[in-house]
């Protein structure tokens, strides 16, 4: 079954304190794996795509790697507002399915000043 | 603005009562997608469109829901005797991908809406 886990299920950070963020799937054929942000009661904003294992994607304070069986978000000596649940969501892998997102629970992100 | 638009923002209705909620694509996008999300939990996926054929739908939307796309621009959701159960964050979301099946090459990523926050008491 097609899964995406996120760790830490809460982070909290002081201003400046670098940190990742942990995404693991099983998804048989990735075909792109997603990152969104999200603020309360708001829609997830979309932040990176990473297709293969290797690439690496960079905004502002965030860089988004991939492996075969997980992605990162660093974020580098992150400010209050980066403050938001940070998800991850592959494709589904199955044939029935052409694209539709499976996504994590996410991962709230803290920063104090 | 060009994003996706989701009307209305918010909704309370009368458990029984039945609700419906619109989505505004992005205008060169020909898929659009429904997902529901609960407190604390990732966006569930409900349904798709590609153009105006409704192509796939998850065991989550029961016979009380149902969704439209005529003509392929904006889509509706109705959900017929609301029950409490189905207080959530519904989302839309749009994408554009080149045919029915993208095995040869990545999915593009889909773009969000605000969101429709439905609460029934």
């Known amino acids: 079954e097609d899964q995406v886990t996120q760790s830490p299920e809460a982070l909290r950070l002081q201003e400046g304190e670098s940190s990742s963020l942990n995404c693991s799937y099983t998804?048989?054929?990735?075909?792109?794996l997603f990152w969104y942000r999200q603020d309360p009661g708001k829609g997830p904003e979309f932040l990176f795509t990473?297709?293969?294992a290797g690439e690496e994607k960079e905004k502002e304070r965030l860089k988004a790697t991939l492996t075969k069986k997980e992605s990162f978000l660093h974020i580098t000596a992150p400010k209050p507002e980066d403050s938001a649940t940070y998800l991850c969501?592959?494709?589904?892998?199955?044939?029935?399915?052409?694209?539709?997102?499976?996504f994590g629970k996410g991962t709230k992100l803290s920063v104090k000043p | 603005d060009t994003g996706v638009s989701q009307n209305p923002r918010h909704k309370i209705t009368k458990r029984g009562q039945n609700v419906t909620f619109r989505c505004d694509p992005i205008s060169e996008h020909n898929r659009l997608y429904w997902y529901r999300q609960t407190l604390g939990q990732g966006p569930e996926f409900l349904t798709y469109f590609q153009n105006e054929a409704q192509l796939e739908k998850s065991r989550l939307l029961s016979d009380r829901f149902s969704a439209e796309r005529p003509k392929g621009s904006f889509s509706t959701l109705e959900i017929q005797r609301t029950e409490q159960g189905d207080s959530a964050m519904y989302l839309c979301a749009s994408s554009f991908e080149w045919g029915d099946r993208v095995w040869i090459r990545g999915v593009n990523e889909a773009f969000f809406g605000q969101g429709t926050r439905l609460t029934v008491v």
């Open positions: 969501a592959v494709p589904t892998g199955d044939g029935g399915s052409q694209g539709n997102l499976i």
């Open positions: 990473l297709y293969s």
């Open positions: 998804v048989s054929g990735l075909r792109g």
